[in-house]
Structures are given as C-alpha cells and as structure tokens.
C-alpha cells in the first residue's frame, strides 16, 4: 500500500510536470487573441488599400449574413470614393465582452480629395470555428416578433420601442393592403453618432442623409437627439420599411425615382398620425421625367434632395390616385419578372430606368411622356414654363 502510494505520488508529479507547459500557455489565448484581432484589423485595412474584396470579406463573421452584404457593398463603394493608398484602421484598444468574444474600438481615417476623414467606433471580434472575426457594432437588441431592433447605446431603448413599435404596425398595414410580408426578419439598426452611422453604410453617402435600406441589408437610422419627435421617427422607418418592400416585390429592380416616391408616400399614408404633408402645396417640379430618371440623389446637396423627394412623392401620389394600388401591386409584379442586379441601386440605375419604364407602359398603357403629360394635367400646372432649373427652361411645353 505504501508502494502504491508513492507511484500515486509520483505520477501526480509527473502529471503536474506534463500540465504545467499547458495552464502557462492556456494564459497565452489574451496576447494570441490580441495578437489575431491586430491582424484582422490590419488586414481589413490592406484589403481595402489594395482593392481586394475578398480579403475583406474573409476577415468577416459569415453567420451573420446581412451584416457581410452591407460591408460588401461598404468596400465597393470605399474603393471608389478613398483617395487610393490612404484608408487606415487603427486597433485602439481591446477588452473581454464575453466567452470567444471581444470589444475592439477602432479609428478608421481615410482621405477625400486631400482631406483626412476620421471616426471611432468599437466592434465586436468573434472567435469561431475558422479564427477571429469582426462581427458588426456591439449591439443592444430588442425582439417582437418578425422585428429586430439594434441599437448601439442604451440610452436609445426608447427609441428603439417606437421603432419597434412604429415596424410592428406598419407591418401590419402592408399585408393588408399591398399583400406584402417580408421574407425573414426585418432587422433595424440605430446609430448614437451621425457619423458612425454614416461610415456603417458607405463612405460616400451625404452627410444630410438619416436613414438607409438596399436590399439584403438591414434598416439603419440615425438616433440620439436627431429625432425628437416620435411622429417624425416613426414616418422614417415606415419609409425605410418601404424601400424593403418595393425591394422584395419588384425583384429590386424599381427605379431610384420610383423607389422614392413609394418611401415618401407611404411615410405619410400608412400609419394614422404619421406627419402629414400640405398636398395642396405643390410646388413646380424641378426636373422633367426622363431628367428625374438621371438625377442621382446621393449627389445632390440638401436642399435639391429636397426637392427630389417632393417630386418623386407627387408622381407616385399620382400614380396611385390615377391607376390605384392594385396597378402599384401589378407594377411591382411585373418588375419582378426580371432577374436581380445584385448591385447598388445607383450602380444599376440604367437597367432600373428601363425595367420600369416597361412595366409602366405594360400595366398603365402609358408611355412615360404620356404619364408625365396627364400628371403636370393633374398638378394642375399651367402651359407656360412647366419646368424649372438652373439654367431656366427646357423648352417643354405641354397641354393644360
């Protein structure tokens, strides 16, 4: 027994001198994870620099889906926009959030026509089965439901239960009226800082700019004190909600105006005690149709974005006061007959412009000319100078 005792005793040493090597380098998982979450950065970093897209991608979470299609369209955009060579990502600093998950804050600085953009924000760094990932902004959620709202600080919850809310209802209203429910969840993310917000999207996007959908990605708007009436707040996810529904029904093959116009109308008319516009307040439209098809909106300043919404709102207006929703619905349908440009909405504007000028004509009859004609007719616009831009008029005229 005593024997037996000392070879228990000594195979206790001898397994205490196998596991010590391993609880040292069980320690070591904070610098390796530190280590690889300044890779990742660099990485994402050198990818852009380089134009290589699917190095970019490699370095992000692929289970979070939707999350991988906005920061696709994210780099197609920052190579474009970035002066070349000069996009920087800078680790910061690096803390546990959770078992295999970590909270990186960030500086990403880049330069337009000479001049430095930065921002800071944090990320959250996932280890999965392939290595450290980046897995969006740390979110705080809530959950209804088909509805998924995010929001980056806690002191938007009450934001984010109007947003909530405000989808919920508006959910509602589109089946019952258009037939639509959305295919999967409908996922809305809210940003504290405009300017995260906007550097989440693309860098390319106007700074007057307070909400964004394209398809495949999730609703994203700008919270903290940028909405300080509910009615206004609400109005803007009923208009982001709406690009998603124009988005599943028409294939994503509408065109920008079109797209617009549905957004601006039902931003009003959805919901009761959404914010009403003066509809007997209808200014000159600044652009003829075939002009309005060209115009493209992230490149306008303010106040002709504007005027852009004004217009595209008035048209669709029109459109359903003159053929009703049910042609909306057979307008949808049949763009979606067409297969989908997996692109950004300005990126395919040509082949939008023409789809839909097609499926006007085939559902309403009307060319768009002849659609223009009967909606300055119905805005009750007089002969004289219909049109009105910088350089005066373009010499079309039409009947009153």
């Known amino acids: 027994m005593r024997w037996r005792g000392v070879r228990v005793a000594l195979l206790l040493l001898m397994l205490t001198a196998v596991m010590v090597p391993s609880v040292v380098k069980a320690a070591d998982p904070v610098e390796s994870a530190s280590e690889a979450a300044s890779r990742l950065i660099r990485q994402k970093q050198d990818a852009v620099n380089q134009g290589n897209r699917a190095a970019y991608l490699s370095v992000l979470n ?36 959770r078992e295999h998950q970590l909270r990186a804050w960030v500086e990403q600085g880049y330069r337009k026509n000479g001049t430095w953009h930065r921002v800071r924000f944090p990320l959250s760094l996932q280890e999965t089965a392939t290595g450290w990932k ?45 037939g639509w429910s959305p295919q999967g969840q409908v996922e809305i993310k809210i940003y504290r800082d405009p300017e995260v917000f906007r550097q989440s999207v693309k860098p390319s996007l106007p700074r007057w700019a307070g909400g964004w959908h394209e398809a495949g990605q999730a609703i994203k708007l700008v919270g903290a004190d940028s909405y300080t009436d509910r009615r206004l707040l609400s109005s803007t996810v009923v208009h982001e909600l709406t690009h998603r529904m124009v988005s599943e029904q028409s294939g994503d093959n509408a065109a920008y105006w079109l797209q617009e116009g549905a ?45 852009y919404y004004t217009q595209c709102d008035q048209l669709f207006r029109f ?58 007719n119905w805005m009750k616009i007089e002969k004289k100078d219909p049109f009105r831009n910088e350089s005066g008029l373009n010499g079309m005229n039409y009947a009153p």
């Open 263 to 307: 957004a601006e109308y039902y931003q009003s008319h959805l919901l009761p005690g959404l914010i009403q516009e003066d509809e007997t307040d209808r200014p000159l439209p600044r652009w003829s149709l075939q002009e309005l098809e060209q115009v493209r909106l992230e490149s306008l300043p303010p106040d002709k974005a504007a005027d």
């Open 62 to 97: 692929p289970a979070n889906h939707t999350y991988v299609e906005e920061q696709s369209r994210w780099f197609d955009d920052a190579i474009r926009w970035m002066d070349p060579g000069t996009y920087r990502l800078r680790l910061i600093s690096l803390i546990p959030e």
């Open 319 to 376: 459109i359903v006061h003159r053929f009703g929703q049910t042609s909306v619905k057979r307008i949808w349908s049949t763009l979606e007959l067409h297969p989908t440009i997996d692109r950004d909405g300005a990126d395919k504007m040509e082949t939008s412009n023409q789809r839909t000028r097609d499926a006007l004509k085939k559902v309403t009859g009307m060319t768009l000319s002849e659609l223009e004609r009967e909606w300055l």
């Open 134 to 178: 980046d897995s969006d902004h740390p979110f705080h959620h809530l959950t209804q439901g088909n509805v998924l709202v995010r929001y980056s600080d806690p002191a938007q919850q009450e934001q984010a239960l109007i947003v909530q809310e405000a989808a919920s209802k508006a959910l509602v209203e589109f089946q019952r009226q258009l």
